[in-house]
């Protein structure tokens, strides 16, 4: 019977030391290494990242979501108004913007590397600066350290679809430069500026660009919200490591 007990004792006690052992080691008021932060925060990014891209990347990413949808700019509503006045005319800038829409989504599935790269090289201080930061401090990161690679990422792409002719030969940008060039004709005549009109000057391939990226960083500011606010979005270890501290 006392080797039973002793036995017993012995089990419970192994028990014990190996359970304060596992509570030491994830104890969150243990201090967190200058590894558990460097690491927590590039796979914080790359699981942020990955999840935008592939939200973006898919069928409608952009254009079924109203909040990133790509539009063309107010400039371009004389465009839309007057094709809009020939049968199947809305069709037609329909089919413009959903081109547009499509070169982003397209664009977006090739987004990963850009971002991968920008991770892999962030410093130790970067990662606490991400850390102890604001709530966008990680997509403030990406965006200083990947938003001109995107650019030349992203603009080829929609510059293809806006060479693509929408009616009678002509394309969104041939419609786009007659448009602007007969305003602007009018805008810097001495006519013009004595009735102050402003010249449009909007580089349209520019400009979408930069909408479907900024569409992309409010996507990650989503994701980098949601992981830090909400721990099932912590979705392995390091990351409820260094989020949950």
Same mark, same amino acid.
């Given at each position: 019977?006392?080797?039973?007990?002793?036995?017993?004792?012995?089990?419970?006690?192994?028990?014990? !030391?190996?359970?304060?052992?596992?509570?030491?080691?994830?104890?969150?008021?243990?201090?967190?290494?200058?590894?558990?932060?460097?690491?927590?925060?590039?796979? !914080?990014?790359?699981?942020?990242?990955?999840?935008?891209?592939?939200?973006?990347?898919?069928?409608?990413?952009?254009?079924?979501?109203?909040?990133?949808?790509?539009?063309?700019?107010?400039?371009?509503?004389?465009?839309?108004?007057?094709?809009?006045?020939?049968?199947?005319?809305?069709?037609?800038?329909?089919?413009?913007?959903?081109?547009?829409?499509?070169?982003?989504?397209?664009? !977006?599935?090739?987004?990963?590397?850009?971002?991968?790269?920008?991770?892999?090289?962030?410093?130790?201080?970067?990662?606490?600066?991400?850390?102890?930061?604001?709530?966008?401090?990680?997509?403030?990161?990406?965006?200083?350290?990947?938003?001109?690679?995107?650019?030349?990422?992203?603009?080829?792409?929609?510059?293809?679809?806006?060479?693509?002719?929408?009616?009678?030969?002509?394309?969104?940008?041939?419609?786009?430069?007659?448009?602007?060039?007969?305003?602007?004709?009018?805008?810097?005549?001495?006519?013009?500026?004595? !009735?102050?009109?402003?010249?449009?000057?909007?580089?349209?391939?520019?400009?979408?660009?930069?909408?479907?990226?900024?569409?992309?960083?409010?996507?990650?500011?989503?994701?980098?919200?949601?992981?830090?606010?909400?721990?099932?979005?912590?979705?392995?270890?390091?990351?409820?490591?260094?989020?949950?501290?």
């Amino acid at each position: 019977m006392r080797k039973i007990y002793f036995a017993l004792l012995a089990i419970t006690f192994a028990a014990c !030391a190996e359970l304060s052992t596992i509570m030491e080691t994830y104890d969150i008021d243990v201090p967190l290494t200058e590894y558990e932060v460097s690491g927590g925060l590039k796979e !914080a990014l790359r699981v942020g990242t990955d999840s935008a891209a592939t939200r973006l990347g898919a069928l409608n990413g952009y254009y079924g979501d109203e909040l990133v949808k790509i539009m063309l700019p107010e400039e371009a509503s004389i465009i839309v108004d007057n094709i809009s006045k020939i049968p199947g005319g809305n069709k037609l800038v329909e089919d413009v913007v959903i081109r547009i829409n499509r070169a982003a989504e397209d664009a !977006a599935k090739e987004a990963g590397p850009v971002f991968w790269r920008a991770i892999k090289n962030m410093t130790i201080t970067d990662a606490f600066n991400i850390l102890n930061g604001g709530e966008k401090a990680a997509t403030d990161y990406l965006h200083k350290h990947t938003y001109n690679e995107l650019f030349k990422l992203y603009n080829p792409k929609i510059q293809t679809s806006l060479d693509k002719e929408i009616v009678a030969g002509i394309s969104t940008n041939e419609s786009w430069e007659s448009l602007t060039g007969r305003w602007n004709t009018i805008a810097e005549s001495p006519i013009g500026q004595f !009735a102050d009109l402003k010249a449009v000057k909007t580089d349209l391939n520019a400009y979408l660009t930069e909408k479907a990226l900024d569409g992309l960083f409010v996507k990650i500011a989503q994701q980098e919200k949601l992981i830090r606010e909400d721990p099932v979005a912590r979705v392995n270890d390091i990351l409820k490591r260094v989020f949950g501290s």
